[in-house]
């Protein structure tokens, strides 16, 4: 048994050790399979009117005090709720909803962490508009993925990633 171990090591050939066996057959088939499970997250879109370029004293609605933070760097000085859905798409999949007259479907590519890579496609009449956004959302942080319609009075969609 001696020399069949040299003349392996000699021929650059190793013996399995158990504790190798017992991770190529039992531990990294549970990890490569917990790799291709498909989580899914839960995020949230909010569509909000928003109208009077230019007026510097903002008007937000009461069921939008959440989201002030994002609606302030913007142009804009009146901000209305235009709806509210829910998607939970999983890794590889997608999941869409309908806002104030918009199609969107929310495309999750990976999650790490607090953070889920996603891609947004927005559609009208069914056909999309533009090419998809691939954006990160932060759990629990409001994102402005989108300015929609007339320029001078848009729909906004502020995207949040939930628990």
């Known amino acids: 048994?001696?020399?069949?171990?040299?003349?392996?090591?000699?021929?650059?050939?190793?013996?399995?050790?158990?504790?190798?066996?017992?991770?190529?057959?039992?531990?990294?088939?549970?990890?490569?399979?917990?790799?291709?499970?498909?989580?899914?997250?839960?995020?949230e879109i909010q569509g909000v009117a928003a109208s009077d370029p230019g007026k510097k004293d903002q008007?937000?609605?009461?069921?939008?005090?959440?989201?002030?933070?994002?609606?302030?760097d913007t142009v804009f000085g009146t901000f209305k709720d235009a709806g509210s859905a829910k998607v939970k798409p999983a890794t590889g999949g997608k999941d869409s909803?309908?806002?104030?007259?918009?199609?969107?479907?929310?495309?999750?590519?990976?999650?790490?962490?607090?953070?889920a890579k996603v891609e947004v496609t927005i559609k009208h009449g069914g056909k999309p508009i533009g090419q998809p956004i691939s954006t990160a959302l932060t759990q629990g942080e409001p994102i402005m993925i989108s300015q929609l319609g007339a320029k001078d009075a848009p729909t906004i969609l502020i995207f949040t990633y939930r628990e």
Request: hydrophobic share 45%; net charge positive.
């Open 1 to 43: 048994m001696k020399w069949r171990n040299q003349h392996r090591e000699k021929a650059g050939v190793r013996k399995w050790s158990n504790t190798g066996l017992f991770f190529a057959v039992l531990i990294l088939p549970a990890i490569l399979s917990g790799s291709v499970h498909a989580q899914a997250v839960n995020v």
């Open 97 to 115: 909803a309908t806002i104030a007259g918009y199609g969107v479907d929310v495309a999750l590519i990976k999650t790490w962490g607090k953070k």
């Open 59 to 72: 008007n937000v609605a009461p069921s939008l005090g959440r989201f002030k933070d994002v609606l302030k």
